[in-house]
């Protein structure tokens, strides 16, 4: 049985390499490597998947997944510049990829290790990335 959560926060972030040139982050990464920043609004999905606990009919009390989110996800990153605010990206680009290992990392050690747990990262409403520890 897998149950999820849906969360939603906003970030500023550029694509960079700085051990390489202007020139080659551009031709990599495109306006994502915009020395300005640019936005987004990143639809985060929470999965659990275990079984059924038979005492409360739970797989997990979503409230817990609710407020492991805030607490180590939603403080951490929403309103945010991921490279300029966030130690988790000062040597790590900040690609959907690499959020969502961030994101899984953080929230792993706040949850039940009995339940497999899934990241979906939403990045635009066409891109995401989806890790679950590979
Ligand atoms: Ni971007």
């Given at each position: 049985?897998?149950?999820?959560r849906?969360?939603t926060?906003n ?12 020139e080659k982050?551009?031709?990599?990464f495109?306006?994502c ?7 987004h ?8 998947d275990g079984?059924i ?8 009390d ?6 492991a ?5 939603d ?6 510049n ?5 130690p988790e ?5 900040p690609?959907?990829e690499n959020i969502?290992?961030?994101t ?6 706040k ?13 635009t409403?066409n891109n ?5 520890g590979?």
């Amino acid at each position: 049985m897998k149950v999820s959560r849906r969360a939603t926060f906003n970030a500023a972030h550029r694509l960079f390499r700085p051990d390489w040139t202007d020139e080659k982050n551009i031709e990599i990464f495109g306006k994502c490597s915009n020395p300005n920043f640019h936005g987004h609004n990143y639809v985060l999905e929470v999965i659990l998947d275990g079984e059924i606990d038979p005492e409360t009919g739970y797989v997990i009390d979503l409230k817990i997944v609710k407020d492991a989110i805030k607490s180590e996800i939603d403080e951490r990153f929403d309103h945010r510049n991921l490279n300029l605010d966030c130690p988790e990206f000062k040597d790590l680009n900040p690609t959907a990829e690499n959020i969502a290992v961030v994101t899984w990392n953080l929230l792993r050690s706040k949850l039940p290790m009995h339940l497999e747990l899934t990241i979906k990262l939403w990045e635009t409403e066409n891109n995401c990335v989806e890790y679950a520890g590979k």
